[in-house]
């Protein structure tokens, strides 16, 4: 006599079950919010450009875009970054930011590299002085390029935070001196990456293009990412954006934690960029730059 028949099941302990009071089991794919969504994209886009480009490096320039990307970075290859974080220093950062790179770059096991900047006299005079000051970092990324040979630079720029910016391409080709030319980017539909650098040049790969501001901040909160304390209010006033010390300025606000600059951003009119002098120049002193190579 047979204990199990063809319309019986097995519950696994030996036991039959019919099958009419079998309990159909499904599989449905957990749910993913906003964030996760954002998250697994950028994911895809690190692991992307690591398998198919030869040499490449992740800028980080100590600000809450470039920290949520190291964090990204460290997600998508298992905790440990696994190639250079390159900072290109003006010398003119907040001491916090020096601190708190010196400080999580060890804490996150980096391969930090520090490349300094030359000084303004190298730089274009008929640049507006923000825009002059800016452009050193341009000129400390070629040399870095020049020094290291990278194809691919990692950067953490997303496009609502400049309208030059929105014009980007997640992988971007540039020139053999490190310009963008505007007029001629590949397309990118259904997330197909052209990861092919021109001869002897790079691309710049932007994981976080389609972020917005209120996205890095609430993913910051999120993930409890460590932040620099210029960011929150005091006195009445915070930094929306952070660069060199001598051209960034804060904005009025009483935001003093996370929750209250997403309450914040969902109620000002006021640009991101707003405290950065660069963005108060001349109209095409940003496309300037950032055609020359600027971040």
């Given amino acids: 006599m047979h204990l199990l028949r063809s319309d019986s099941g097995a519950d696994g302990l030996g036991f039959t079950v019919p099958v009419s009071t079998q309990i159909p089991v499904t599989q449905t794919a957990p749910s993913m919010d906003h964030l996760d969504q954002l998250e697994a994209q950028s994911i895809y886009i690190f692991r992307e450009a690591f398998a198919r480009l030869k040499k490449i490096a992740l800028l980080w320039s100590l600000g809450k875009d470039s920290n ?3 964090w990204l970075a460290r997600k998508a290859f298992f905790s440990r970054v696994p190639f250079p974080a390159l900072h290109v220093d003006t010398g003119k950062k907040f001491p916090e930011m020096y601190r708190f790179r010196d400080h999580y770059g ?3 096991e980096l391969d930090l590299r520090v490349e300094p900047c030359p000084p303004i006299d190298a730089v274009d005079p008929t640049l507006p002085p923000a825009a002059r000051s800016a452009a050193r970092k341009t000129e400390g990324l070629k040399m870095a390029l020049a020094k ?3 194809d691919g630079l990692i950067a ?5 935070e400049e309208a030059t910016r929105a014009k980007e391409r997640v992988f971007s080709p540039r020139g053999l001196e490190g310009n963008w030319d505007v007029r001629d980017q590949p397309p990118e539909f259904w997330d197909h990456f052209n990861a092919s650098p021109p001869q002897g040049a790079h691309l710049r790969i932007h994981p976080i293009l389609h972020w917005t501001e ?4 609430a993913y910051t909160k999120r993930e409890n990412i460590p932040i ?8 009445g006033k915070r930094y929306r954006s952070l ?18 600059i997403l309450i914040e951003l969902e109620q000002t009119k006021v640009p991101e960029r707003a405290g950065r002098a660069l963005d108060h120049e001349t109209e095409d ?4 730059l950032r055609v020359a190579g600027y971040l």
């Fill in 214 to 217: 209120a996205d890095i901040w």
């Fill in 285 to 288: 002193a940003f496309e300037r």
């Fill in 156 to 160: 953490g720029i997303r496009r609502d």
């Fill in 68 to 70: 949520v990307m190291i």
């Fill in 148 to 150: 290291y040979g990278f």
């Fill in 228 to 235: 620099i304390p210029l960011y929150l209010a005091k006195d």
């Fill in 243 to 260: 660069g060199d010390q001598d051209i960034t300025n804060p904005v009025a606000s009483t935001a003093s934690n996370i929750d209250e």
């Fill in 106 to 108: 060890k804490e996150w």
